[in-house]
């Protein structure tokens, strides 16, 4: 096996397709090199093949007589040997995976260069000064870079230098005080490393490389790595490359540039150039930089070459592109180039505008919607801070998207009491239960230090497209303020949190609101053809507004309502705490009276927003232990100012209804067999709001859904249940079953259910899919308590490849949604099948459901619909390629 490939190397493919060898800068250096024919300094990749080798069982064998080898061709091409005291080669060394990521080492650059091989650069190229100022920072990057050295002490020898010549710019020190800073920095390196500084080429090379092999294993590499669900199996090349020099003299540069501007997608040339610089000089900001357009006036003939390379780099890749190049004495090289990054408003113009391409190439449609991400939609869509500079003082799990700044408030109450006051509030709880709802509704974002990504802050938060950070776990919360790192904030303190990044900032942060542009419309309809009799997208919504927000966002209807939501607002929870103490049938049946009034009110708003689209209306299903106050706090409460009569029936009522795994216990159908006053009730409210939406001239199509059902004979008593209520409501209203479209079906949510659909489908029109609690159930973890540290311990020894509850685990819970649906469809082929787990708005869970499980629908929060469409389509689109190829 070869490790080590020239640039100009001819292999079998275009070299732009193997990235997963060369990396992505390999493979573009390559591209540039031997099929564009660009000018492009020589130079070679050692492959990711290397790098995997090097993880498994160290320094590969044989790499060395490789990388030697391809440094002779190197110093052949260039007529010059690295190390050489008379007339020196130089080389940079960068690392290039597959996909760009933080954390992987930064650029080496000037390797070569020793205390014999600087004075023949000096005299090679005339000049002393450049020569000393390209090794004092060669000796800073290596120290840094691969030595792992902290840049303090080089940073103020550097400072100590320009005061000792009196200048402020770094271009003004003399060329004595560069070759004694020199010095010092290789002090610098023998105090921290406790040896003197490499003096051989060979050494440093291999130092530099063997420092990339590395850093693919860092922890910030890795924790993007877990992020973006990427391989950590990928491993990265390393490319070493001769150096050309942007710091010769003023008739020498360097910049940065794009083919189209990555910020809006404007077509045009974009980006920054300097004079008399090396690369690290644009990149970090060191000097400010001038304009690319102002190229045409100091280097009009490379202007425009560079502007024709942009231009033949675009046509050959389709897409907007991201370049490097230097600029030594007058001649131009190209250094790097790649697909550019882009702003979610760029990403959609552009690809709307290369559809429309006037001239030799165009994308088609297709294309277009592959090259726009959900991350390009969530920007466009919530509100995100101004400045990407932040002191972050605690990290959790981004659980909704946006931003939110507000005054930090610790309970629920103070957080609904500041917002009558007029304030923008941050809720921060420990963990939110179904109590903390009204504090949730008047809040800009939510913080918890407890919970996961399905845990209750985090679905609540994304059904209303709130912010949330949650699982931040270093925040330790009192009753009034919280402390993190020395950080100590106080109720009434302003924070600000990132709920896509899971960041959180005191003070308050600048917020720019999300605006789709007019592209966005233009694209998602493209979307909806793609997937149209194919796979349909739903929203999860509980409320008339919610609803109204998922249809304006393109939902086909609603996958799930939860209907427990509905009991939350205030004026319903004591009506069913009464329902809960009823020591009657008659208490009882009052409650649930009043409740069934309340529930038509809110199902009539439901359907009328989404008159003509099914609404999959999902009969209660948490226990009822969760519409009471925490036995903990009455407990507290009653031991120290005691509690009145009403909470006294409430501790009681929570006392009997507790179980010690509550999810496991009463809920579900479950419930409607202990209490079947309560699902009777649900379905007359739901079966009359459709009677008088009929009646309005609208058209309600209703699909009831029976939670946690686990057998055959369980969903065909809850069924008869549904059909006597319907019966009794159409009885009464003159609008039967015949006259409203309702089916019936059931959550499959339970690794019995899946395995046993063929026997529930005999009961059921519809199977939808809960892989919240599928995962739950199938892995033996708690969603509200796995994340964190447990998961994050699991993440980073490779015990798992992702967060299960974050994107589906194919091989288990998928598995289980492919056997469920194969067995429900074998017994009934007309079986609908749906996913409304928070899985269903995950692009990669996405393509699971569409092109391996055959689901003909996903549901997801109203928020997140236009990602699910995009997604769809993409799945589609990625399903047709691969059938044909």
């Known amino acids: 096996m070869a490790y080590v490939f020239a640039f100009d190397?001819?292999?079998r493919k275009p070299p732009m397709s193997l990235k997963d060898l060369l990396g992505g800068k390999g493979a573009n250096l390559a591209e540039m090199t031997s099929v564009l024919n660009l000018p492009v300094p020589a130079g070679f990749?050692?492959?990711?093949?290397?790098?995997?080798?090097?993880?498994?069982?160290?320094?590969?064998?044989?790499?060395?007589?490789?990388?030697?080898?391809?440094?002779?061709k190197l110093e052949k091409q260039m007529g010059k040997k690295i190390g050489d005291p008379v007339d020196p080669l130089l080389v940079s060394v960068r690392s290039g995976a597959k996909f760009s990521m933080p954390g992987m080492m930064d650029t080496v650059l000037n390797l070569g260069l020793n205390d014999a091989s600087v004075d023949g650069l000096a005299k090679q190229t005339d000049d002393e000064r450049f020569a000393y100022d390209s090794y004092r920072r060669f000796i800073a990057m290596y120290g840094r870079i691969v030595l792992g050295i902290e840049a303090e002490p080089f940073d103020r020898l550097l400072d100590t230098a320009k005061e000792w010549d009196g200048v402020t710019s770094d271009s003004a020190v003399s060329a004595d005080t560069l070759r004694r800073l020199c010095e010092r920095y290789k002090d610098v390196v023998a105090q921290h490393t406790g040896r003197a500084f490499p003096q051989s080429p060979t050494d440093q090379l291999r130092g530099a490389i063997e420092a990339v092999f590395k850093s693919w294993g860092g922890a910030r590499a890795i924790a993007y790595r877990d992020r973006e669900h990427i391989d950590h199996e990928l491993g990265t090349a390393v490319n070493v490359q001769a150096m050309v020099f942007g710091n010769r003299d003023d008739n020498s540069g360097t910049g940065v540039g794009f083919t189209r501007d990555p910020a809006t997608g404007a077509a045009g040339a974009y980006g920054d150039f300097l004079v008399n610089a090396q690369g690290e000089d644009v990149v970090a900001g060191i000097r400010n930089t001038e304009p690319l357009s102002a190229m045409a006036t100091k280097f009009p003939q490379i202007h425009k070459e560079l502007l024709a390379i942009f231009e033949r780099l675009e046509k050959h890749y389709k897409d907007m592109c991201d370049t490097e190049f230097t600029i030594d004495q007058g001649k131009l090289y190209m250094l790097q180039t790649r697909v550019g990054k882009r702003t979610g408003a760029a990403a959609l113009r552009m690809a709307v505008e290369m559809v429309g391409q006037k001239g030799s190439w165009k994308i088609s449609k297709e294309e277009a919607l592959t090259r726009v991400?959900?991350?390009?939609?969530?920007?466009v869509l919530h509100a995100q801070f101004e400045k990407t500079s932040l002191t972050v003082i605690a990290t959790g799990l981004g659980a909704s998207p946006g931003a939110a700044v507000g005054r930090a408030y610790f309970t629920a109450d103070e957080a609904a009491t500041a917002a009558d006051r007029g304030e923008r509030v941050v809720l921060v709880r420990t963990e939110t239960s179904p109590e903390d709802v009204h504090g949730m509704i008047v809040a800009e974002g939510i913080l918890t230090s407890r919970g996961g990504l399905v845990s209750h802050a985090a679905v609540v938060a994304r059904g209303w497209g709130k912010p949330a950070v949650v699982g931040a776990e270093a925040l330790k919360i009192s009753a009034k303020s919280f402390t993190v790192g020395g950080v100590t904030v106080n109720e009434g303190d302003v924070i600000s949190i990132d709920g896509a990044a899971g960041t959180v900032i005191v003070g308050s942060v600048p917020v720019i609101q999300g605006e789709p542009p007019k592209e966005f419309a233009t694209l998602l309809s493209w979307a909806d053809v793609v997937r149209k009799g194919k796979v349909g997208v739903r929203a999860n919504a509980d409320t008339g507004p919610d609803a109204l927000v998922a249809r304006n966002y393109g939902a086909e209807g609603i996958g799930l309502c939860r209907t427990e939501h509905m009991f939350l607002a205030e004026d319903r929870l004591p009506v069913v705490r009464r329902m809960i103490l009823a020591d009657t049938p008659e208490e009882e049946t009052a409650a649930l009276e009043e409740l069934r009034q309340?529930?038509?009110?809110?199902?009539?708003?439901?359907?009328?927003a989404m008159d003509g689209l099914p609404v999959t209306v999902r009969l209660l299903d948490p226990p009822l232990h969760e519409f009471l106050p925490r036995t903990e706090d009455l407990m507290i409460k009653k031991a120290t100012v005691g509690l009145t009569d009403e909470e006294e029936a409430l501790l009681e009522a929570a006392e009997a209804w507790h179980e010690f795994n509550?999810?496991?216990?009463?809920?579900?159908v479950r419930l409607g067999v202990v209490k079947p006053g309560l699902y009777a009730m649900q379905v007359r409210a739901l079966m009359e709001a459709a009677a008088e939406r009929a009646a309005a001239g609208g058209k309600p199509v209703i699909e009831v859904m029976i939670p946690l059902t686990v057998s055959g004979p369980e969903l065909a008593l809850a069924r008869r249940w549904v059909e006597d209520a319907i019966a009794e409501v159409g009885a009464t209203t003159g609008k039967a079953k015949k006259s409203i479209d309702v089916t019936i079906g059931t959550m499959i949510e339970t690794p019995r259910a899946a395995i046993r659909g063929d026997e529930i489908a005999q009961h059921a029109d519809f199977f939808s899919f809960g892989t919240n609690d599928l995962t739950q159930m199938t892995f033996g973890f708690s969603r509200d308590d796995v994340e964190g540290r447990m998961m994050n311990a699991y993440l980073e020894q490779g015990l798992l490849p992702r967060n299960p509850?974050?994107?589906?685990?194919?091989?288990?819970?998928?598995?289980?949604?492919?056997?469920g649906a194969k067995l429900g469809r074998k017994t009934k082929p007309s079986l609908k099948l749906g996913v409304c787990g928070e899985h269903g708005g995950d692009p990669e869970s996405i393509e699971f459901f569409v092109n391996k499980a055959g689901l003909d629908y996903v549901s997801c929060s109203p928020y997140r619909v236009p990602i699910a469409r995009l997604s769809a389509a993409q799945a589609v689109i990625g399903g047709a390629k691969s059938s044909t190829a």
């Open 9 to 11: 190397h001819k292999h």
């Open 45 to 72: 990749t050692i492959t990711t093949d290397a790098c995997r080798a090097y993880m498994h069982e160290g320094w590969p064998a044989g790499l060395d007589n490789e990388v030697a080898k391809a440094v002779a």
């Open 373 to 379: 991400t959900a991350d390009h939609l969530d920007s």
């Open 598 to 608: 309340a529930q038509k009110a809110d199902f009539i708003d439901i359907l009328e």
């Open 662 to 668: 509550p999810m496991l216990g009463t809920r579900g």
């Open 805 to 819: 509850f974050d994107t589906l685990d194919q091989d288990g819970v998928g598995s289980l949604v492919v056997t």
